[in-house]
């Protein structure tokens, strides 16, 4: 039976502390870490290298999801760099996509996508 996340986030976040600690137990204490999950409460100390380090992990996570804020409104961006606010289309690799997704004015099929120049498939060399 898989340990629900709720236990898996206490046991790291304690083990995290603890080897931390270890490695400066005298650090000065700033303060108390307290979560409560799934019905259970858990005090750990918050010392003062405990703190700059899950500030710094915090801060230093990305999301594999996170594609990305839109350069017009600063919206969440999707997988294929559509604003989700907005809808424009970003960047530099964004627009080169919708380029070859979206005919242009005057092109009866887009462009990348049918009607490829290349027969045989190769390119040419
Ligand atoms: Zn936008």
Redesign the pocket.
Known sequence: MPTPPSADVLAALREFVARLDELDPEAPLVGELTLGLAGATERLPLRAPVARALTEALRGYHDPRDRGR??????PLDDDFV??????V?GLFGRTVAAFATPAEGEEEARGIAGVDRPDGTLND
């Open positions: 839109c350069a017009h409104c600063a919206g604003c989700r606010s907005c809808g424009i970003n």
